[in-house]
């Protein structure tokens, strides 16, 4: 009877394997997620990006990103930038202070959802995982390791494009923190979230609602206003 009992686990174990479809190769499903996002060749064409939106609680706030990597993010409570190397901030009674390296992934993304696009210049390993489902949407998902724990990218299985970002290791060696991207819409030839939703399992963590107004391509940005500021050099809006 034990046996048998066993033998019944076992073969409704590889029945449930047999009817699970094993994940897409990584080649596949970031090829479909490049082509949904707009192609490679609209993306590179971007040079800069400026971005209006709210965040919960009234607070508006203007995101400037230069290619590659440099962000600048404007609101009346403060300024902050990352110049491709560190960031910082500076305050609204103009003191200014290194931002901690676990603030300036959240920064770009924000900035630049379009980064993984060329998502192989940022991680060494990509690996097939199997699929999940957000909201009772399905997703497939790659995962990219690190020396502490891993960075899983989910992207929706019927529009292709990048659903959520889920990271741990990056910015804390303990905690999980999750972008979600929603509500696409398309610019200048490239798909763009319009809502961008941050959760932390941190205790005592918050999150960010941030909700897009307006995005413009291509405006001239000049690169010192991505560079710590002097306080008697503060220019609170981000074009000269």
């Known amino acids: 009877m034990k046996l048998f009992c066993i ?7 590889l029945a449930l394997a047999a009817e699970t479809p094993a994940p897409r190769s990584v080649e596949r499903i970031l090829t479909d997620y490049v082509n ?21 609680r009234g607070l508006h706030i203007t995101l400037y990103w230069q290619k590659p990597n440099r962000v600048l993010a404007v609101s009346k409570k403060e300024r902050t930038g990352y110049d491709g190397v560190s960031g910082w901030t500076l305050s609204k009674k103009r003191k200014v202070k290194k931002l901690p390296r676990s603030a300036e992934l959240p920064l770009e993304l924000d900035a630049n959802p379009l980064r993984y696009v060329h998502i192989r210049d940022i991680y060494s390993e990509l690996n097939p995982a199997p699929g999940e489902e957000i909201d009772g949407e399905k997703m497939e998902v790659i995962l990219a390791p690190n020396t502490i724990a891993a960075t899983k990218l989910y992207f929706d299985a019927a529009t292709h494009l990048l659903r959520r970002v889920e990271e741990q290791g990056e910015t804390s060696a303990y905690f999980k923190n999750t972008v979600d991207y929603l509500d696409y819409k398309e610019v200048d030839g490239v798909h763009l979230p319009f809502h961008i939703v941050h959760g932390t399992t941190e205790p005592g963590g918050h999150g960010e609602d941030l909700r897009i107004k307006k995005i413009t391509h291509n405006e001239p940005l000049q690169p010192e206003i991505f560079s710590k500021p002097l306080p008697a050099q503060v220019v609170m809006g981000g074009k000269r």
């Open 7 to 13: 033998c019944t686990i076992v073969i409704a174990q």
């Open 36 to 56: 949904a996002a707009g192609g490679e060749q609209a993306v590179d064409r971007l040079t800069s990006r400026e971005t209006l939106a709210d965040i919960h």
